[in-house]
């Protein structure tokens, strides 16, 4: 168990309607991502942190945002949900030594 | 893109038989991980080739790396039920370290 939660597990929302998961982890690392898990894609990196306040842009980046005020909360935003964005989120961890990624437990987000 | 592909797809094995899986990736690399998801669940790291090494075990794990070619294996010797499960390589840029990209992965089923 890397310490790492993720919030809510589960979402039902509505096409339009923003949404915000949340990553948290108790570790203190510095590196975090947020990933999108769809059939037969794998899982495509959506946003990263590399610290506080220091954010980059992954493979999938449009109609999301993300904000990192403190070291454990990493905030992934879909600015106005569309049905294309149902999909399993991952948030991970990265150790700085051993380069090795630990993941949350995903978030299902479901956009009717 | 970073990232390439996973080959096969798909792959079906008797137990005690040995799995391969292949990954390609398109850009100079400094890390190469191979992570394995249970079903629903978040992925689990396996094992890490740096980009200087060609070749990494681990228990009944054995990966390759060919850097000439873009191009790691993954070797599962003597598979078990309980090794059922999708496999990814996931690979981190030569100037972009802190970008981790994940391929499209291989789903093993070994049958007992």
């Known amino acids: 168990d890397a310490g790492i939660t993720q919030s809510p597990r589960h979402k039902v929302t509505e096409t339009g309607t923003p949404v915000t998961l949340r990553c948290h982890q108790t570790?203190?690392?510095?590196?975090m991502y947020w990933y999108r898990q769809d059939p037969g894609h794998g899982l495509r990196l959506i946003h990263y942190?590399?610290?506080?306040?220091?954010?980059d842009k992954g493979e999938v980046s449009d109609g999301y945002s993300v904000s990192r005020s403190k070291t454990e909360d990493f905030l992934l935003t879909l600015e106005s949900a569309t049905s294309s964005q149902t999909s399993v989120y991952f948030c991970?961890?990265?150790?700085?030594?051993?380069?090795?990624?630990?993941f949350g437990p995903g978030t299902r987000l479901t956009v009717t | 893109s970073q990232q390439g592909e996973e080959d096969p797809q798909a792959l079906s094995i008797q137990e005690g038989e040995n799995a391969t899986m292949n990954c390609s990736y398109k850009?100079?690399?400094?890390?190469l991980q191979w992570y394995r998801q249970n079903s629903g669940r978040g992925l689990v790291h396996l094992i890490l080739?740096?980009?200087?090494?060609r070749e990494k075990h681990s228990g009944r794990l054995r990966v390759t790396l060919d850097t000439s070619k873009k191009s790691s294996s993954l070797l599962i010797t003597a598979s078990r039920a309980a090794d059922t499960a999708s496999y990814f390589c996931a690979t981190d840029g030569e100037t972009s370290y802190d970008k981790v990209i994940f391929g499209p992965g291989t789903s093993l089923s070994v049958i007992p």
């Open positions: 080739i740096r980009s200087n090494e």
């Open positions: 991970a961890i990265r150790d700085r030594g051993s380069y090795e990624q630990y």
């Open positions: 942190s590399y610290g506080v306040k220091d954010t």
């Open positions: 850009t100079s690399i400094n890390n």
């Open positions: 570790e203190n690392h510095r590196y």
